[in-house]
């Protein structure tokens, strides 16, 4: 495919290098920080991940999927079979380039695409053939996306790398984008909801201050005489420097002739309601921000054995699913000839997180087994367990009938007797059991 769609690089430079130009002089614009805050806080993607909530969202799913086999697959008339001979097999299921894992390679692809917006990689060809060789995630404040337009009417899109100055074509890259909303440009998690994220870095940095200073005010200091300003700076310096601080808990002090000191109950601790609530209400905003059950980042309060099960298959099915199609999409379209792309295709398999327990999987494979869907031999592959000699053999029980069987009057005169035969021997059992 990448053959068809190949426009020469150097007709792209020439027709975009002053916009290049002009993108270095604005290097790191939109892109370093996502804007100050109304709690004066500025944001990144970088220091976002300060905050716990959205460094376990982050991993959890780029874990998840990263985790996940990936392979090349090729379509047959019994349907689809792992591509062992394909020269993308050991790239994409193994290692993408020389320098780090397929799990490494998601992991970063995946990462990036969730607090930046996009996620980019570098498909690196063999010159002579084409072929894809290896595989690099490129960060993503490094690539400058840009839409060639004429007249309103989109007609190229192409990648700038403003770190190395090279241009890529578009297809010799990767690009995952997130909510997107004119299909080419993904817009950031981080950026859109910078303000619950500045609003529980602002609380850990509060609870940070709180501690570093010793707790809020417990007490004041009471002089019978007058002080200068100068003497009361002075004074209540030294008693800082005495007693404050989270070194000082504990401490024996002593005052100078005239003072004294007074308790004051006006001290908010950090297990204050208000503050407590306000550190769940931000977790949970992160969590739903990128679709992550709050349990999966530790958080309990409202989770219980019988609904994690469920929320587990709603996060696949709604928060994995659209991120591991994309990126099936991307390679397919990217990585395979017009000849290749009718048979061959890659899949991440999310079967291994469908699974649900033991108990639910057993009951789905004796019905599959029992209405011949599926052989002892497909079970087997499916639990990534060995299979046997004669395990492809699928059953049906003695009593299933066809349609076209059940309207064939003479498989009915045949059956008729049969079933006639065996309501008597019932019947004669039951006799001989009541005498």
């Known amino acids: 495919m990448y053959s068809t769609f190949k426009k020469g690089i150097q007709k792209i430079k020439s027709i975009s290098r002053s916009f290049f130009n002009w993108a270095d002089s604005r290097k790191g614009f939109g892109f370093s920080f996502f804007g100050t805050t109304a709690a004066g806080i500025n944001v990144s993607a970088e220091n976002a991940l300060s905050f716990p909530a959205v460094f376990a969202c982050v991993k959890s799913i780029s874990d998840d999927i990263a985790s996940l086999p990936f392979k ?30 397929k799990v490494n390679y998601l992991k970063a692809l995946i990462s990036n695409f969730l607090l930046w917006g996009n996620a980019f990689a570098l498909i690196i060809r063999n010159k002579a053939s084409g072929r894809p060789i290896s595989y690099q995630v490129l960060e993503s404040k490094d690539v400058q996306v840009v839409k060639d337009e004429q007249n309103g009417r989109l007609v190229d899109v192409f990648y700038h790398n403003t770190k190395s100055g090279e241009i890529y074509d578009s297809m010799d890259i990767i690009h995952i984008a997130d909510f997107t909303t004119d299909g080419i440009i993904g817009k950031s998690r981080i950026k859109i909801a910078r303000e619950t994220v500045a609003q529980g870095i602002g609380l850990i940095n509060y609870a940070s201050k709180y501690y570093r200073d010793g707790g809020a005010l417990s007490g004041v200091v009471e002089s019978d005489g007058h002080l200068t300003n100068e003497a009361l700076a002075k004074a209540q310096q030294t008693f800082t420097e005495a007693f404050g601080g989270g070194d000082n808990v504990g401490g024996v002090g002593f005052l ?42 530790g958080h309990l309060e409202k989770s219980s054995f019988n609904n994690i099960h469920e929320q587990n298959m709603e996060y696949v099915q709604n928060t994995l699913l659209p991120i591991v199609t994309m990126i099936e999409e991307e390679h397919n379209a990217k990585i395979f000839t017009h000849k290749e792309e009718k048979q061959s295709f890659v899949k991440i398999e999310l079967k291994g997180l469908l699974r649900g327990d033991i108990k639910q999987r057993s009951e789905f494979y004796t019905k599959m087994i029992d209405r011949a869907v599926l052989s002892p031999n497909d079970v087997l592959r499916l639990e990534d367990m060995p299979t046997y000699e004669g395990g492809e053999i699928r059953i049906l029980p003695s009593n299933y009938l066809s349609i076209e069987k059940f309207d064939d009057p003479d498989f009915r005169k045949v059956a008729k007797p049969k079933k006639e035969k065996e309501i008597k021997q019932k019947k004669s059992k039951k006799n001989h059991h009541e005498n």
């Not at 591509?83 to 290692?95: C, M, P, T, V």
Request: glycine share 4%.
């Open 72 to 101: 090349v697959f090729t379509k047959t008339d019994n349907g689809k079979i792992i591509a062992e001979n394909h020269d993308q097999q050991y790239l994409i299921s193994k290692r993408p380039n020389q320098f780090y894992s």
């Open 256 to 297: 100078p002739k005239g003072m004294k000191f007074k308790q004051v109950k006006m001290s908010m601790p950090l297990t204050d309601m208000e503050y407590m609530a306000s550190r769940k209400f931000v977790l949970e905003e992160i969590a739903r921000i990128f679709g992550v059950p709050p349990h999966k980042i």
